[in-house]
């Protein structure tokens, strides 16, 4: 069955610093991609996402790429504030229903630092 | 406008009991998804319900059932309650045809059971 692979945290970085978290996949066909974001104490956000090879989702300056050949779909940032601190989840909507399944990664911590 | 409201936020029930959760989706959506997080791990989808009809059900047990009102909201019960049902529940909506696959959905802030 389908399944999302992220690395694992916590991810500690210093306020301004590089981010990167991993994500891979296994599907059939081609999936939609997304990262939801979860702040302390609320439910997931949409961050961004991606509906087909190649494509580039973007917000609040994070980026990610959806690279068909790697089955990947990694979450970058280039410079990182303190309230970025949260718990970053990639998911998947497969293409063998006609309707919207989330399949979640198990999650990734990042914690700022000013 | 109203986002997606879950209540209760917490709960605390006994090992065996019965319990029902609520949803009330974002204004205008009509599709109602529960997804059970259990502690630092992802969501699992339960199931989800359109035009009030279980659309495609998660690995999950008959224990676990739902129902959605023609106002589009929406109960999660869980029968026979184990220990490991312990989790953070998650109701998600989305707009149309039993939510499109790259639809984005909305998630309530969580209802967090724990069983003893």
């Known amino acids: 069955g389908d399944s999302v692979t992220q690395m694992e945290g916590p991810v500690t970085l210093s306020e301004e610093a590089f981010l990167t978290i991993n994500c891979t996949y296994t599907?059939?066909?081609?999936?939609?991609l997304f990262w939801y974001v979860q702040y302390p104490g609320e439910g997931l956000q949409l961050l961004l996402k991606?509906?087909?090879?190649?494509d580039k989702g973007s917000n609040k300056g994070f980026e990610a790429t959806y690279r068909k050949e790697t089955t990947s779909f990694h979450l970058e940032k280039g410079s990182v504030q303190v309230s970025d601190s949260a718990v970053y989840f990639c998911a998947l909507s497969g293409m063998n229903t006609g309707f919207q399944k989330l399949v979640f990664g198990t999650g990734t911590r990042l914690l700022v630092s000013p | 406008d109203a986002g997606v409201t879950q209540s209760p936020t917490h709960l605390i029930k006994t090992r065996g009991q019965q319990v029902t959760l609520r949803c009330s989706p974002k204004s205008g959506h009509d599709t109602v998804s529960w997804y059970q997080q259990a502690l630092g791990q992802g969501p699992q989808f339960i199931f989800q319900?359109?035009?009030?009809?279980?659309?495609q059900r998660g690995n999950f047990p008959d224990r676990f059932s739902g129902h959605q009102f023609p106002n589009y909201s929406s109960e999660l019960n869980v029968n026979a309650l184990l220990l490991g049902d312990s989790a953070l529940y998650l109701c998600a909506s989305s707009l149309g045809a039993g939510g499109l696959r790259d639809t984005e959905a909305f998630f309530g802030q969580g209802t967090r059971l724990t069983v003893v």
């Open positions: 991606a509906t087909k090879a190649d």
């Open positions: 599907a059939t066909g081609y999936p939609s």
């Open positions: 319900y359109y035009e009030e009809e279980e659309r």
